[in-house]
């Protein structure tokens, strides 16, 4: 089955840029999907496709895929983009959607 | 106002049976495929379920449902299209089922979840 790696913790400086990567083998063949979830709130996508962003999502977010690893990427970091962030397939394998085990993400 | 509301979570005994429910307002409910996710104490996002519903001409012609391995065979999703609500008949509960529920729908043909309600806490204790 499928399992998205993703490193447990993050550190960025405000205004630098963080990223959050998501390994499986050949996750470039599929289209990958980023959320980010606020504790005590529900998820919010924040990447589709990719490298899609939905209405309403900064340009400050931007993601990428290729080989084996999917990229979240994070410009000019700020308090507010504390979060957790989870990576996301759809396995046409098994139809199942696969969630990665989530990033902690902490602005210093 | 486009938004998914769950309800029907609470306490219930190893062993028992819950339904929680999602109400869709804002959108075409039937034009969606819709999940449930859940979240345990701490832990990250578990993809539980999913739901899409065919329409040829405005008939109803089939549905298609995947459990996740977990809750295959315990837990049941399934739709009302004409009350906009999303159900998640779950039988045999453990301890391990304790979590958040969320609902979250996904636009026709997608992979990606693009709304979520605000979740309903299903815990299962004696």
């Known amino acids: 089955s499928y399992v998205l790696t993703q490193p447990p913790s993050v550190p960025v400086a405000p205004g630098q840029t963080a990223r959050i990567t998501c390994e499986e083998n050949?996750?470039?063949?599929?289209?990958v999907h980023w959320y980010q979830q606020k504790p005590g709130q529900a998820p919010v996508l924040v990447v589709y496709?990719?490298?899609d962003r939905p209405s309403g999502i900064p340009d400050r977010f931007s993601g990428s895929s290729s080989g084996n690893t999917a990229t979240l990427t994070i410009s000019r970091a700020e308090a507010g983009d504390e979060a957790d962030y989870y990576c996301?397939?759809?396995?046409?394998?098994?139809?199942?959607?696969?969630f990665g085990g989530g990033t902690k993400l902490t602005v210093l | 106002q486009v938004q998914l509301v769950e309800s029907g979570g609470g306490v219930v005994q190893p062993g028992g049976s819950l339904r929680l429910s999602c109400a869709a307002s804002?959108?075409?409910?039937?034009?969606?495929?819709m999940h449930w996710v859940r979240q345990a104490p701490g832990k990250g996002l578990e993809w539980v379920a999913f739901?899409?519903?065919?329409?040829?001409?405005?008939?109803?012609?089939?549905?298609?449902?995947y459990y996740a391995d977990s809750v295959k065979g315990r837990f049941t999703i399934s739709r009302d299209n004409s009350m906009n609500t999303l159900y998640l008949q779950m039988n045999s509960l453990s301890a391990e089922d304790t979590a958040v529920y969320y609902c979250?729908?996904?636009?026709?043909?997608?992979?990606?979840?693009?709304?979520w309600g605000q979740g309903s806490l299903v815990t299962v204790s004696s």
């Open positions: 979250a729908k996904s636009p026709p043909d997608a992979g990606y979840l693009n709304l």
């Open positions: 804002g959108f075409t409910f039937s034009r969606h495929a």
């Open positions: 739901i899409h519903y065919y329409e040829n001409n405005k008939f109803y012609v089939g549905s298609n449902t």
């Open positions: 050949n996750i470039g063949s599929k289209s």
């Open positions: 496709d990719d490298s």
């Open positions: 996301q397939v759809w396995d046409s394998s098994s139809a199942h959607w696969v």
